[in-house]
């Protein structure tokens, strides 16, 4: 009789084995939970597939965007404000003849493959992309000012964003992007933008939006 229950207590063991094998392995017929990290792995390694097939050839291979300011930095912003901004390039929401055209030649006509390029890119590293004029300290120090009394209330002291509040970092992003983006928002081409942020924008003079921009591009959060 011990050694019957020794044998069956080893089939037993045997089986708990083997299924615990397959939970680890994941049955091909079993998706892994919505929000889970081996989901959130699984839409970063889509989404890197399709950024270097459709996005690569203008944000580059690292998703730094361009000094000149017509590409954007995108490595390292919230996923969450990724997934807002792609969206509203599908919609007509947000212009960009580049974008627009991207999303109407392939649709993405689902989320999921939207939010596999955001996954991907929020996992990437952002240094500071700067491409200032550099050395007009008096102009970055009244950027500065700017933003702590202006900007920081919603973009967070270190210009981090808020990926719950779909709130974009700024911090690190291409100088000369920041810079066409506040002058195109205040004069109506930015038509996603916050009616409120406009306001405050349009408060602003030359030097304070080169400071601004200036300043953000240099910062790290």
């Not at 919603?154 to 100088?175: D, F, K, M, N």
Request: proline fraction near 5%.
């Amino acid at each position: 009789m011990t050694h019957l229950r020794t044998r069956d207590f080893g089939i037993g063991l045997v089986a708990a084995m083997a299924l615990t094998a397959c939970a680890y392995r994941g049955e091909p017929a079993e998706s892994p939970p919505p929000g889970s990290a081996v989901a959130a792995a699984a839409d970063s390694s889509q989404g890197a597939r399709t950024y270097a097939a459709e996005c690569a050839g203008c944000h580059g291979a690292t998703a730094q965007g361009t000094l000149n300011g017509q590409v954007p930095a995108l490595a390292g912003q919230h996923r969450s404000v990724l997934m807002k901004q792609l969206r509203d390039y599908r919609e007509g929401e947000r212009w960009d003849a580049r974008m627009e055209g991207l999303m109407q030649e392939h649709r993405f006509a689902t989320d999921a493959q939207l939010d596999g390029v955001a996954a991907f890119l929020a996992g990437m590293n952002m240094a500071p992309a700067g491409g200032g004029p550099g050395g007009e300290t008096a102009i970055r120090a009244r950027g500065e000012r700017v933003f702590a009394n202006s900007c920081a209330t919603c973009h967070g002291a270190r210009a981090q964003g808020s990926e719950p509040r779909i709130v974009p970092r700024l911090a690190g992003q291409q100088y000369m992007y920041l810079r066409r983006q506040l002058h195109d928002a205040v004069d109506g081409r930015r038509p996603n933008f916050p009616r409120d942020h406009i306001a405050r924008l349009a408060t602003l003079d030359a030097d304070d939006i080169d400071g601004l921009a200036e300043y953000l591009s240099e910062l790290s959060p």
